[in-house]
């Protein structure tokens, strides 16, 4: 027995656009393209905004508000300034690696929306295993930045570049295994699916879920308080040390696109994707992505930077043993509990929940906070 009725009646009622919307493969590829193009750099301008007002607010300073009516220009000025920037490859870098890794690191970031549905149908391409897409290409992203680490020329760079390898490798474990607890519920690796699926939002049914992937994602696009590829008093600016002018603003791009991605896909896993009354179904989604951004944004403002043995422990004792836990009580409920008692789910997942971490953080697992000498 499944707790969710993911019933056939119910996709039919929420259909909203033709497959092959606007009409025929090459208008449908050529429009989505353009749609997704578009977004993420509307986006990218928009939380870039949406931080640097935010921070300024939480941490009681004035915050960009000198370009524009408050401060909308700010982002394009500085799209302005990065483009007129010299040029600068050091002597001793492998130049076309070095003039590769910001293209390698950004084009996943780009085509992972390919199969995010920005409304039920309004997607590039819907495809049967969507989930599986996006950890796949996710990961590539690292190779650019390890090209970039590498080409360099430059220690630190290379320092910078073998942290996100680790913290890729190691994260993307637990993300995984909280990924598989929506998968269970839903029986599909569809992400237009996964949405028709969520009459209730997965955020209740999978609370513990949530919560491991939204940390995992975190430091997975080194997003405060894992962002120790930029951790100044160690290794300057981390893997784009030697990067300037564009090449640095592709780098700075794909920060910040893959803060919009990582946002995307847990409001479609966990937050029901387009799905809510009376707004539009892409407005519901667009202000879902920038509820989740916020949260990232007031984590920033709110934690410390923790050190690299930390990072690591966090992924290996904290949060990979509870994926596990949670993967095990996602499958039995899925095998045994009824469908018409969803809510009482919810109550004992969050309970559940609210236990395993609080008995993990005091008991089995601490950080730390002494001195480490490497």
């Known amino acids: 027995m499944t707790i969710i009725d993911f019933s056939l009646n119910n996709q039919v009622l929420l259909q909203a656009v033709p497959p092959d919307w606007p009409g025929g493969f090459w208008w449908h590829w050529l429009f989505f393209t353009v749609v ?21 607010r939480m941490q009681s300073r004035l915050g960009p508000n000198r370009t524009g009516p408050f401060g909308i220009f700010q ?13 600068i490859i050091p002597t ?7 003039w590769l890794a910001p293209v390698v690191a950004f084009a996943p970031a780009l085509v992972i929306f390919a199969v995010i549905p920005f409304q039920n149908g309004a997607l590039l391409a819907d495809l049967n295993i969507g989930i599986l897409y996006i950890v796949a290409i996710s990961s590539v992203t690292t190779v650019g930045i390890f090209m970039a680490g590498w080409g360099s020329s430059n220690k630190y760079s290379l320092l910078g570049a073998m942290r996100n390898v680790a913290a890729v490798v ?3 474990i637990p993300m995984l295994l909280a990924i598989l607890g929506v998968v269970l519920i839903t029986g599909s690796l569809s992400l237009n699916q996964m949405v028709l699926a969520q009459d209730i939002p997965f955020i209740l049914l999978q609370p513990l879920g949530f919560l491991l992937f939204f940390a995992a994602g975190c430091a997975e696009i080194n997003r405060s308080p894992f962002d120790l590829m930029e951790a100044d008093s160690e290794i300057v600016a981390g893997f784009h040390i030697e ?9 700075y791009l794909v920060e910040y696109a ?6 995307a896909i847990i409001t479609t896993l966990f937050l029901g ?33 923790i050190r690299i043995d930390q990072l690591m422990a966090f992924a ?5 043993p509870l994926a596990i836990i949670n993967l095990i009580i996602t499958a039995l409920q899925v095998l045994t509990w009824p469908t018409a008692l969803p809510w009482v789910v919810i109550i004992i997942n969050l309970a559940i929940m609210a236990i395993l971490v609080l008995i993990w953080s005091k008991f089995f697992f601490k950080l730390g906070w002494g001195r480490i000498e490497v």
């Open 170 to 172: 190691s994260y993307e």
């Open 75 to 87: 982002p394009v000025a500085d799209a302005l300034k990065v483009m007129l920037k010299e040029d």
């Open 92 to 98: 001793n870098a492998d130049k076309i690696v070095h």
């Open 258 to 263: 893959e803060a919009v991605a990582i946002s």
């Open 36 to 56: 997704i193009i578009g977004f993420v750099l509307t986006m990218v301008m928009g939380v870039i905004y949406i931080e640097r007002r935010g921070m300024g």
């Open 243 to 251: 990067y300037s002018g564009m090449k640095f603003a592709m780098f």
């Open 273 to 305: 994707g387009w799905r809510g009354p009376l707004l539009p179904p892409w407005l519901w989604f667009i202000t879902k992505v920038i509820v989740v951004f916020f949260a990232m944004v007031w984590m920033r403002t709110t934690l410390p930077r």
């Open 316 to 320: 290996w004792k904290f949060l990979f």
